[in-house]
């Protein structure tokens, strides 16, 4: 596989994940804060904000008062709007152009299909009177997309580079949310739910734990678990495989960066979620994360700096 | 009702109609058209519409405002061509691109036998902008050259199909071709059902069984290639069509490096060598080293490959000289003497006006007449006599008599006409034909072709970056009872 195709392929599969999953936060966010006090919706609001780093950017262009109308209008619809689902969806459709002939004919039109609903008047007409509506119809394309990834795509390199991608970007979603988790609710129990509905794990946490787990019991569920998708460890395991089978034995640098942070998060003794400790172990995690996907890209183009390729004489 | 009731046939050859009454193989698309109203027309135009746009079916427009893309205009009223008229336009094209290769070889590897044999002045080939000393002395399998052309033909007053404009160096539209087709299918299925229209569906095998006999003799199993300028080209889509259908790498110019006069692809698992490389890059672009400095797209050291034998370009460097406006009239002359044949297609009708008698005719009769300059590319330079003003055409024969080389002049060709589904209802509108020959072992012709459509009413203007549409073009055997 060329190298600037597997590189398409890796931020088609986070920007498809990062759509899917912003879209998601939204969603409960927006159920979370609709029976709570104007002052305590717009906490919810401020904790969505957070776990995408978004504070800054949103005051600046929407000012200090937050609704549900404006965070639509910043996390859906602004495509200028890194991080935004429409953002994120205009994204995956570049690198789709750019690995076009890479991938099955239906990966382009599913994602060109949720791009085009993304720009219709149509949507952001209905944004303000029934926001679920929104969130249900950017699920639905988003299934879409993943149905294509599921069932049309041969299981070959540009399936693990696309599938890399994908996991590394929900390791990184997953540890976000575990951290504003954290830090906001401590160990409240509602938020912790909350977090867990967010990455649509609550149904899988409550058959294995029931309702009355605490705090902890959660982190290590989001940490640990074996068999929820989102779960962090389990991402970077799926990632490592997919790693692994795109690349020889010692050839790249990424399978040794990826596997460091994998065992950190394996063996690690989770401190307790209202401890200042935790904080700086899940900042760790997220900076061993980002530094697997920069090895990674220096590792695609590796090839072809050697000096050897660039010494021959000009004609 | 009867969308077709108030249909006026335009100036010239009408493809639908003759003087009494409808031709035969239009008949039952005809009477497919009367059971349909407006409104189901234009549900399929949008559902049409929609589809391509999913699909990425889009052209890049440069300087628009509307964003880079746009999608791909398709008529829903194809253009249908009965299969012995085929056969004689197929022989026709045939020759041509032999003839046309066999000049070309000619140039570049042979003892210029047209030149010498008086066939074609030098200076014509010599001064020619495609004519590239690069690609002298470099060999290709088998005359092929030319591995893919596009061949611009149109329809006189008498329905004579004439060839306007060899492309010979890196001709675009087949993609548009098979989608046409696909789209077609799915707005009119049943109409399909009254005709055996030959398929287009198997371009990516045809091109690319091509593609591999221009192989290095020495590689048993060639890696193909297809190179894009990149996203932003206004041919992207068909770019990605071609590598899709033949199944091959699309690579960019950074893509490839070369090394000891190989060719090789950055792949994820090291550098992989490539044998052929089918490129959708102009010659000027191709190779800084030798060709355009501050090209980025192009590949530094790709001609010392070609020329060391270890890697084939399609289609080959330098082709240009055959598709030059100043070469263009010699091209019938050109067929007779390789061929030994009368060519199947005639020319335009076209004026040398560095010929003494021809310019002296050409001056008399300016005011009907098309002058053209041979050196300009798009239209530019181009005088109209019927409808250019006393001053424009004073001026158009003081430049000719300054310089007669530089100008051809041509009897104007009315393009022909075709019902065309515009605005909501169906008008006349000119059409051309692109069909594309594919030169390997054997030459082929991908059956019918692109009929482009000039949109605007009375235009003859039919590019797609200025407002041009497209419709399906069928070859059809023949259309029983009438």
New interface residues.
């Given amino acids: 596989m060329l190298s600037r195709h597997a590189d398409g392929l890796f931020w088609l599969g986070r920007y498809v994940g990062r759509a899917v999953d912003v879209n998601r936060l939204l969603d409960v966010a927006y159920n979370a804060q609709l029976e709570r006090s104007a002052d305590e919706g717009a906490e919810v609001w401020r904790d969505l904000l957070r776990v995408l780093s978004k504070q800054d950017d949103f005051s600046e262009k929407h000012g200090a008062g937050l609704s549900t109308e404006k965070l639509n209008r910043f996390l859906v619809f602004d495509a200028a709007q890194p991080g935004s689902v429409a953002h994120s969806v205009r994204q995956a459709r570049t690198n789709v152009m750019n690995v076009r002939d890479a991938v099955p004919i239906e990966m382009l039109e599913s994602v060109n299909a949720l791009h085009t609903l993304l720009a219709s008047r149509a949507l952001e007409a209905i944004a303000d009177s029934s926001p679920h509506e929104i969130y249900d119809a950017v699920a639905v394309g988003c299934r879409r997309i993943a149905g294509v990834i599921e069932d049309g795509m041969a299981r070959d390199d540009a399936y693990s580079f696309l599938m890399l991608g994908r996991t590394l970007e929900r390791a990184e979603m997953t540890c976000r949310v575990i951290e504003v988790s954290a830090s906001v609710g401590r160990d409240d129990a509602a938020t912790w739910m909350g977090a867990l509905r967010s990455l649509s794990g609550m149904h899988s946490f409550l058959r294995t734990h029931g309702p009355l787990a605490s705090a902890g019991d959660v982190a290590d569920y989001l940490l640990h678990s074996e068999v929820f998708p989102y779960g962090v460890l389990h991402c970077l395991r799926s990632a490592a495989e997919h790693l692994a089978s795109v690349t020889e034995a010692g050839q790249w640098q990424s399978p040794r960066a990826l596997g460091r942070v994998a065992s950190q998060v394996e063996f690690m003794d989770v401190p307790r979620v209202d401890s200042a400790q935790f904080e700086s172990v899940m900042d760790e995690v997220l900076v061993g994360i980002r530094r697997v996907a920069n090895t990674f890209t220096e590792d695609l183009y590796r090839f072809g700096r050697e000096p050897s390729l660039f010494s021959f004489e000009a004609m | 009702m009867g969308i077709l009731d108030d249909y006026r046939p335009g100036p010239g050859f009408c493809e639908v109609f003759a003087d009494d009454g409808a031709r035969r193989h239009y008949q039952p698309l005809l009477d497919r058209l009367r059971e349909l109203t407006p409104g189901d027309m234009e549900d399929r135009a949008r559902l049409t519409d929609a589809t391509l746009?999913?699909?990425?079916i889009t052209f890049a427009v440069y300087g628009g405002d509307e964003g880079i893309e746009r999608t791909w205009p398709i008529d829903l009223l194809p253009r249908i061509i009965p299969s012995p008229e085929w056969g004689m336009v197929e022989a026709g094209l045939i020759q041509r691109t032999k003839g046309l290769n066999t000049f070309l070889e000619d140039i570049y590897v042979g003892e210029r036998a047209a030149i010498r044999d008086g066939i074609i002045p030098e200076w014509v080939v010599l001064s020619s902008d495609g004519f590239k000393r690069a690609a002298v002395g470099v060999e290709v399998t088998e005359q092929a050259r030319c591995v893919v052309a596009g061949i611009d033909l149109v329809r006189d007053d008498f329905g004579v199909y004439r060839v306007l404009e060899d492309n010979l160096r890196v001709p675009s539209g087949v993609s548009y071709v098979v989608e046409n087709r696909a789209a077609m299918r799915r707005a009119f299925p049943r109409l399909f059902e009254k005709y055996t229209v030959r398929p287009v569906d198997d371009y990516g095998s045809m091109l690319l069984a091509a593609l591999r006999h221009q192989a290095p003799t020495h590689v048993a199993d060639p890696t193909v290639v297809v190179l894009t300028p990149g996203?932003y080209n206004s041919a992207?889509f068909e770019h990605?069509f071609l590598?899709?259908r033949m199944g091959v790498?699309?690579?960019?110019g950074?893509?490839l490096?070369?090394?000891?006069h190989q060719v090789f692809?950055?792949?994820?698992?090291?550098?992989e060598r490539v044998d052929v490389i089918y490129r959708r890059i102009d010659d000027e672009f191709i190779d800084p080293?030798?060709f355009n400095r501050t090209s980025v797209v192009g590949v530094?050291?790709l001609?010392?490959a070609i020329r060391a034998g270890n890697v084939a370009v399609a289609n080959a460097i330098g082709n240009g000289v055959a598709d030059d406006k100043a070469v263009y009239p010699y091209v019938p002359d050109l067929i007779k003497y390789y061929t030994g044949e009368d060519p199947i297609l005639p020319n335009a009708t076209t004026y040398v006006l560095w010929d003494d008698e021809q310019r002296s005719m050409v001056l008399d009769r300016i005011d009907e007449l098309v002058v053209k300059p041979v050196a300009e590319a798009g239209g530019y330079g181009i005088v109209i006599g019927r409808s250019a003003s006393a001053k424009e055409l004073a001026q158009a024969r003081k430049d000719i008599e300054a310089n007669p080389r530089n100008y051809i002049a041509q009897e104007v060709v009315e393009l022909s006409t075709h019902p065309t589904y515009v605005g909501g209802e169906i008008a006349a509108r000119h059409i051309d034909l692109r069909p594309f020959v594919v030169t390997g072992e054997t030459i082929k012709v991908v059956p019918g072709g692109l009929t482009r459509v000039a949109l605007q009413e009375g235009s003859l203007i039919v590019n797609s970056s200025q407002g041009g549409g497209s419709k399906d073009t069928w070859v059809v055997e023949d259309v029983g009872g009438g």
């Fill in positions: 746009r999913n699909l990425g996203v992207y990605t590598a899709r790498e699309l690579v960019e950074g893509d490096v070369v090394n000891d692809m950055r792949t994820t698992r090291g550098f080293v030798v530094p050291g001609l010392g």
